[in-house]
């Protein structure tokens, strides 16, 4: 709500700048465009603009630049040359001025069905031939407006008609308007949109806080006792691993660093999401050096949990991974089948003679066998505790020096940025992800095919050869 | 002026083909009298049932063909006094944003000189259009326009109450693309088919 409040404030004080702009005495010099067979009036270059700017409101080329730049990407003025970029350059290009039909003062809503006419008109002139987005945005509307495709299709082409009535010159300027209408308003792929509000909130945070002077003190110190309690435990020692931390994951944060190949929320390009999706072959360098970074980061990363499972096979001690996957799944598994998950781990993983018997010290396996005698959620907690610990300190430290993980080190892919050509050529192949649902029901029967084919353990093995008459 | 679009022209070719549906569906009714008139006396027959039956069939197919078109026609016709109600109410914005009868005007320089008579004659369906001399176009033209955007906002309401019908439950006639497929020329509406429609405007527009 408040940034629509400062956006109409912003759009009224550009409406009077552009008015002004307008005056023949004092306004900006312009001159006609010439095309083919016309000239069409009222042309302007951006030095023009940059310096008429940078007068009246009297501050210096940069600003003004920006100024006029910002009145562009609003969709007071729009370029003539390279209309998708909606910036003043200080030299010779041209500009003119946007209809007031067309200016986001009153902040019209800007409707599909609009669009979709434009869409179709677009249609009609270009012969059928549409840009890519704006083809995949047909075939969008197209599909959700489908009731309405009838009158979209009559108004399409009834306005087409109309806009014949017009002369040559006039008609040349309106088609320029619409496309600049529309550039802002729907703006093509791996362009910023200066209409993007965000969220709208209930609450306007800039409002001015109505409040007596009691109740604000009140609430500012309230404010203040926590931290200042925080303040007085904040030890050096915390500092230094917030520091730490920062240090550690600044390379690895997509707001502070570039992610590759490239960001999907800027590009509309969904590679780094296939890249680094959860059952990859190979891995990307960046995601295996996160592994290294902690013994939670290497769990939590189902790869990585792969690639630690494989590591811990070869060991012969896949047992507490197992334990630890299956108590995590007792942990946030439906209450209905929690008995019988409780007793299925003890007879896997805790009885005497368990086929894989996990290696706890006494008394936390005595806890564990009386608890489990009336079952619930985090019966286990105890138990997965220290084979998580164990885990850790043992088995993850020969993970990183074993051959495993140096092979699936050495292995990782590091993907190159994307540039313009890649993305079009990407935008051109793509095809639709799978449904969530089928990646869940794929999930499930691999879950399944793991459990079947469970290792035996070793331990057991032996035990049963050592009891076979020699 | 020059963004006066032709909304009419579609809501009246909706009256067209109103009017053939409604033929047929008048003349299977008419004929389902005579037959209902003729039972029980001696004209009375196996056949005559048999007639009853079929063209009673006949009357309830057209009638769900006519109700589905109804509902396009609908769609057609509420859609386009949406958009014709939005740019009312953005002619009387910018008509008051920017007054004529000023000592010196302040236009928008947008490159476009020429005039829209053309477009308004093709709206007028005439072949050239007539103004009047004096008119206050600031003021009482203006607040002309404001009563005119009321009373279509309160006839698009009053018929939106009336009529049940579920806008998005349509289905469209036309598939992608069509707009590519018929012939653009000019001399596709004759003008004594425009004529015609060209009263439905001033039904509407009142």
């Known amino acids: ?230 303040f007085s435990r904040c030890s050096l020692f915390s500092v230094v691993s917030l520091v730490k931390y920062s240090s550690t994951y600044q390379s690895h944060d997509p707001f502070l660093s570039r992610p590759l190949p490239s960001n999907p929320w800027h590009t509309d390009d969904a590679t780094y999401w296939t890249l680094n999706s959860h059952n990859v072959e190979t891995p990307t360098k960046q995601r295996v050096e996160r592994w290294t970074f902690s013994f939670a980061e290497l769990l939590s990363d189902p790869r990585g949990r792969d690639d630690f499972r494989l590591f811990l096979k070869k060991e012969f001690s896949g047992e507490n991974l197992a334990f630890w996957e299956s108590c995590e799944d007792l942990k946030w598994g439906t209450a209905a089948t929690m008995k019988e998950k409780a007793e299925q781990i003890y007879k896997t993983f805790l009885a005497r003679g368990a086929p894989r018997w996990i290696n706890i010290d006494g008394k936390t396996m005595e806890i564990t066998i009386k608890s489990l005698k009336h079952p619930h959620r985090y019966v286990l907690d105890a138990a997965q505790t ?28 590091a993907p190159e940025e994307h540039n313009d050509s890649q993305l079009e050529q990407n935008a051109r192949t793509r095809r639709p992800s799978l449904s969530p649902i089928v990646l869940r029901q794929l999930e499930a029967e691999r879950r399944a095919k793991m459990a079947a084919a469970a290792p035996v353990d070793i331990t057991q093995v032996m035990s049963k050869l050592s009891r076979k008459p020699q | 002026a020059m963004q006066w679009k032709k909304a009419v022209f579609l809501s009246a070719m909706g009256k067209e083909e109103c009017k053939t549906m409604l033929d047929a569906l008048n003349k299977v009714t008419a004929c389902y009298r005579h037959l209902v008139i003729a039972l029980g006396s001696t004209s009375d027959s196996q056949n005559l049932r048999e007639e009853l039956k079929r063209t009673r069939k006949k009357a309830q197919d057209i009638s769900k063909e006519d109700r589905a078109e109804y509902e396009r026609l609908w769609v057609l016709f509420s859609s386009s006094m949406e958009l014709l109600e939005v740019d009312m109410k953005r002619s009387l914005e910018i008509g008051q944003d920017f007054p004529l009868k000023v000592p010196t005007r302040h236009l928008i320089q947008t490159g476009m000189t020429g005039s829209t008579t053309t477009v308004a004659a093709r709206a007028m369906s005439v072949q050239n259009m007539k103004y009047d001399a004096d008119s206050n176009i600031d003021t009482t033209d203006l607040r002309d326009l404001q009563c005119e955007i009321g009373q279509v906002s309160q006839m698009m309401e009053e018929m939106e109450m009336k009529v049940q019908v579920a806008p998005w439950a349509v289905e469209a006639k036309q598939e992608a693309g069509a707009e590519l497929k018929s012939n653009m020329s000019v001399g596709n509406s004759s003008v004594g088919v425009i004529s015609i429609f060209g009263c439905c405007f001033q039904v509407l527009y009142i």
């Open chain 1, 1 to 230: 709500m408040c940034i629509k409040v400062i956006l109409s404030h912003c759009l009224k004080f550009r409406k009077s700048v552009v008015l002004e702009m307008q005056d023949p005495k004092s306004g900006v010099k312009s001159q006609p465009q010439r095309l083919v067979i016309t000239a069409i009036p009222h042309a302007v270059t951006g030095e023009d603009i940059v310096n008429w700017l940078s007068e009246r409101l009297l501050v210096d080329t940069e600003e003004a630049r920006s100024v006029g730049s910002m009145l562009a990407a609003l969709g007071y003025i729009y370029p003539l040359q390279q209309h998708k970029r909606l910036v003043i350059r200080a030299d010779a290009s041209l500009y003119r001025f946007q209809t007031p039909y067309f200016w986001p003062t009153q902040q019209w809503p800007v409707e599909d069905t609009d669009y979709a006419i434009y869409l179709a008109k677009r249609n009609i002139r270009k012969k059928g031939i549409l840009e890519l987005h704006e083809q995949e945005q047909y075939n969008h509307l197209h599909k959700w407006m489908n009731h309405k495709w009838d009158f979209i299709v009559m108004q399409a082409k009834e306005q087409y008609r109309a806009a014949k009535e017009r002369k040559k010159p006039d008609r040349v300027v309106f088609e320029c308007q619409e496309r600049a209408y529309w550039v802002v308003h729907r703006p093509p792929p791996g362009t910023v949109s200066a209409m993007d509000f965000g969220l709208e909130r209930r609450a306007d945070p800039n409002a001015n806080q109505v409040q007596g002077e009691e109740t604000g003190k009140l609430a500012h110190s309230s404010f203040l006792i926590p931290l200042s309690r925080n």
């Open chain 1, 386 to 413: 220290h084979i998580y610990m164990l885990m850790k300190k043992d088995s993850y430290g020969r993970y990183l020096k074993s051959p495993v993980f140096k092979e699936t080190q050495k292995k990782a892919i």
